[in-house]
Structure formats: structure tokens, C-alpha cells
């Protein structure tokens, strides 16, 4: 079974920093490209950055470039998304998930390959 466990999450003023973790367990996670999503109420979810397997390509959306940054740990079998100076517009859920590959439009295998994410706040 598939498990992917995000933490890290949290409230923070504008301005601040989050560091998210995902930790996979079920997978050989060193094969898989892994990403992390958001969505805010009442929005489309949207692909925030992706890593290779070996974590020499990342991805990330125009609006997070220079503030967030991926990472992963093959040992672990964890991946990292460390936010920084963050925006009340970064508010929403942050899903990891499993991908088909790590590219401008990439998207996660199954629902089965996606953790149930933590939320992130930031206050203006």
C-alpha cells in the first residue's frame, strides 16, 4: 500500500518560512518523480514544483521561483519544499505526490500516489 505523509505545514506572517515534508512508504521511491501541489478554496489545483528521481531537475511555477525550493532525500524517502519568504497568495492545501515524469506540465500518477497534504497559511 501506498502511503505519502506530508508535514510541516502551519500559520506564518508574510514574509516567513515553511519547510514541507513528504515521506513515501509502499514505493520504491528512488524510481519516482515527486511533486508538490496546492490548492485554495475555490481554486483549480495547481502543479507548485516538481524533482527527478535523482534530484538533478526541478520544476517550479513563475510564481514560487526564488522563494521555494525541492528537494529530496532517496534515503529517507522524503521530499522537501522549503518556502521562504511567503505570500498571503501561498495560502492553500500542499499535496506531495508521486508523478508520470518532472516537466512544466506535470501531473501525479493516481490518487492512490498522493499524500492528504497540510495546510499552509500566511497572513498579510
Known amino acids: 500500500l501506498v502511503k505519502l505523509v506530508e508535514s510541516g505545514g502551519g500559520s506564518v506572517q508574510a514574509g516567513g518560512s515553511l519547510r514541507l515534508s513528504c515521506t513515501a512508504s509502499?514505493?520504491?521511491?528512488?524510481?519516482?518523480?515527486m511533486g508538490w501541489f496546492r490548492q485554495a478554496p475555490g481554486k483549480e489545483r495547481e502543479g507548485v514544483s516538481c524533482?527527478?528521481?535523482?534530484?538533478?531537475?526541478?520544476y517550479y511555477i513563475d510564481s514560487v521561483k526564488g522563494r521555494f525550493t525541492i528537494s529530496r532525500d532517496n534515503a529517507k524517502s522524503t521530499t522537501y519544499l522549503q518556502m521562504n519568504s511567503l505570500k498571503p497568495e501561498d495560502t492553500a492545501m500542499y499535496y506531495c505526490?508521486?508523478?508520470?515524469?518532472?516537466?512544466?506540465?506535470?501531473?501525479?500518477?493516481?490518487?492512490?500516489?498522493r499524500g492528504q497534504g497540510t495546510q499552509v497559511t500566511v497572513s498579510s
Open positions: 509502499g514505493v520504491v521511491f528512488e524510481r519516482y518523480s
Open positions: 505526490a508521486a508523478l508520470n515524469g518532472c516537466s512544466s506540465n506535470f501531473t501525479y500518477i493516481s490518487d492512490n500516489y
Open positions: 524533482v527527478t528521481w535523482g534530484g538533478r531537475t526541478t
